[in-house]
């Protein structure tokens, strides 16, 4: 357990913590911009583009959302050894 | 549509349904806890969930058969636009990824069940509390009442409920019934019986789903088919507007519709108190940051759920009302048990989630009404009581909504429910990160907000109805059609920074905040975080 009330904590915006913005972020970006994807071609196993686009976001959002999640969990790790508590 | 009674389909329905019922009575016995008549037993079960059960909660909770219902409905009725259901539960996972695991450290810490609870223990304010628990309550109501028009569907469509010529108590004795069981083990199990029964209802959903997606196209001749003939359906002109049916991609006039109804839904999914109370029931921090991981594949199904919208129209299925369109499709596809398999898959994705929304509004209710205003000293046994008694009422407020009322009625306040809830973000979100904002002038943006988007979808026409015609309406300013909740929204963001800055000016008393920064990072197991919860009144002495 964090035991010692220190405050030592790392710089608060560092290259980890930008990735973990960047991969939930991007969802955003990807399906707010509609016009990106609002056309019927290229149709795959007859399912037009709008479809199965938004449908594969799901699972690129899925895949972003969980490279977040293993950064922070590392990222914490990290700042609770640094701050010579137990990784946990 | 009632051809007579479907007997095998409605043979498996029952089956499931005494199945499911016999594990809602039971389930008041799993996990159970040594002091049961606390809220945190009974409103949050114990606050015990792992990652799995909080999973399976979450799921047949967000994805009701309301959901289920009516998003094919709109695709049937209209095409691309109904859709946007797919973006806005992709963007729900890493927004709730930032500030949920926030919201379950703080109220883990100071044991608050609701979220009026932090609202009232940041900004130390029983009248923002009060706004952010009526708008809870006000949203859920209609909410609930739209879980029983989707088992209504299913009855209609299965040949139960009699014709129009029989009388009312035998047309609506189904539901009735349905209802009255479903509310008594609410009352008895709490959120354990929605959490246990959760299970049936999203395996039977997965089942049902796999299956229509690749038995339904394979009769109907491939994807290429019916895309085609939902292509040449939307390009008929519907004699009502005079305009095309609907269309295979959104045109570039609804691509703000269709990004702003996205958004702002996303935005509103996580303030619905039937959200809250389920997340709050899981047992550390880290089953929620696991969660948002694993949920998305309910967001999968549902687009998968989405096409079937599209078959109803290549199967030739013709229905007046939109929602009938997916039970529909199933009774003319599917041999009659599976039929059965699938109408008793949307009927207990009714009874989840209006379990835990009737739950969630209780609890509400009991710690923000009737703790702060009527009896503040009330024991946790009492609240407990009184959590136990406000779930039915709402429930027969729900039923009595739906028995009286035209379905229209619901619907119409279930997208009012979402402008609604919406306005509750900025003190809710934004207290989670800053103690900024002052509560006065978040009163006063929840205000604005409020009355704009009441006032903006009442203006909305549609070929059918004069008033709450539709969610959209063109954006003050920027003159694209957009989503009323997020104007409403973005309205009550900008007045409550600019009255903030007033209250400031002014030297307005900002209230006490019982919160600490670090209370919004503990976990489970840290020092002064039981792992065992003191009881649900003690961390929130008020």
Request: aromatic fraction near 12%; proline fraction near 5%.
């Amino acid at each position: 357990m964090s035991q010692a009330p220190e405050t030592k904590e790392g710089p608060v915006v560092t290259p980890v913590r930008v990735v973990i913005a960047l991969c939930l972020a991007a969802p955003f970006v990807a399906m707010l911009w509609v016009g990106s994807y609002a056309k019927t071609d290229p149709v795959v196993i007859g399912i037009p583009f709008f479809y199965w686009y938004q449908m594969l976001w799901v699972l690129i959002s899925t895949l972003l959302t969980m490279v977040a999640y293993k950064l922070w969990q590392r990222d914490q790790r990290a700042r609770s050894a640094a701050k010579g508590g137990d990784p946990r | 549509m009632n051809d007579g009674v479907n007997g095998v389909a409605l043979a498996v329905f029952i089956f499931f349904f005494v199945l499911v019922t016999a594990m809602g009575f039971l389930a008041a016995r799993w996990r159970k806890a040594a002091n049961e008549h606390t809220l945190d037993e009974w409103g949050l079960g114990g606050r015990s969930f792992g990652t799995w059960v909080t999973w399976f909660l979450l799921g047949g909770d967000l994805y009701t058969a309301y959901t289920f219902v009516a998003v094919p409905a709109a695709i049937y009725a209209a095409g691309a636009a109904g859709f946007f259901a797919v973006p806005y539960t992709i963007l729900v996972y890493p927004l709730i990824f930032t500030f949920l695991p926030r919201l379950w450290s703080v109220s883990h810490k100071h044991g608050y069940v609701t979220t009026s609870d932090f609202v009232h223990g940041r900004f130390g304010s029983k009248g923002l509390s009060l706004a952010v628990a009526v708008t809870g309550i006000l949203a859920t109501m209609p909410y609930i009442a739209l879980q029983l028009v989707g088992i209504q569907a299913v009855l209609d469509v299965m040949g139960v409920g009699g014709g129009e010529d029989t009388n009312w108590f035998v047309k609506d004795l189904p539901l009735l019934i349905a209802f009255g069981v479903l509310a008594a083990y609410t009352y008895s199990s709490g959120l354990r019986a929605p959490a246990l029964i959760a299970f049936v209802k999203d395996t039977l959903i997965y089942v049902v789903i796999a299956v229509a997606i690749i038995y339904i196209p394979v009769k109907l001749g491939g994807f290429d088919e019916i895309f085609a003939s939902a292509r040449e359906a939307y390009s008929e002109t519907n004699p009502a507007t005079g305009a095309p049916r609907g269309s295979l991609v959104p045109s570039e006039a609804g691509q703000w519709t269709y990004a702003t109804l996205a958004l702002g839904s996303a935005l509103a999914l996580f303030m619905y108190p039937h959200s809250i109370t389920a997340t709050l029931s899981s047992r550390s921090r880290e089953v929620i940051r696991r969660n948002t991981t694993i949920l998305p594949l309910y967001s999968l199904m549902l687009g998968l759920l989405a096409l079937l919208g599209f078959m109803a129209i290549a199967a030739g299925v013709k229905v007046q009302n939109g929602q009938l369109a997916i039970p529909q499709l199933f009774e003319n596809m599917f041999p009659a048990w599976f039929a059965g398999v699938a109408f008793a898959a949307i009927g207990i994705g009714a009874l989840v989630p209006a379990a835990i929304m009737s739950i969630a509004a209780a609890n509400l209710f009991t710690r923000n009404i009737y703790k702060d205003f009527i009896k503040p000293d009330a024991t946790p046994k009492q609240e407990t009581k009184v959590s136990k008694i406000v779930s039915l009422l709402v429930k027969v407020g729900a039923l009595a909504f739906v028995l009286t009322m035209d379905k229209t009625v619901a619907i119409n306040f279930q997208l009012l429910g979402g402008i609604w809830i919406l306005q509750t973000f900025p003190a809710l979100v934004g207290g989670l990160f800053t103690r900024w904002f002052h509560r006065w002038a978040l009163i006063g943006g929840w205000a604005v907000g409020m009355v704009y988007g009441t006032v903006a979808a009442y203006g909305v026409a549609s070929p059918t109805q004069k008033h709450f015609g539709g969610s959209a309406k063109e954006i003050p300013g920027i003159g694209e059609i957009g989503y009323i909740g997020l104007t409403a929204f973005v309205l009550n963001l900008v007045v409550t920074v600019v009255l903030t800055f007033v209250m400031r000016a002014c030297k307005a008393p900002e209230g006490v905040d019982r919160t600490s920064p670090e209370d919004y990072t503990a976990d489970a197991g840290d020092p002064g975080v039981d792992a065992k919860l003191p009881p649900a009144t003690a961390g929130s002495a008020h």
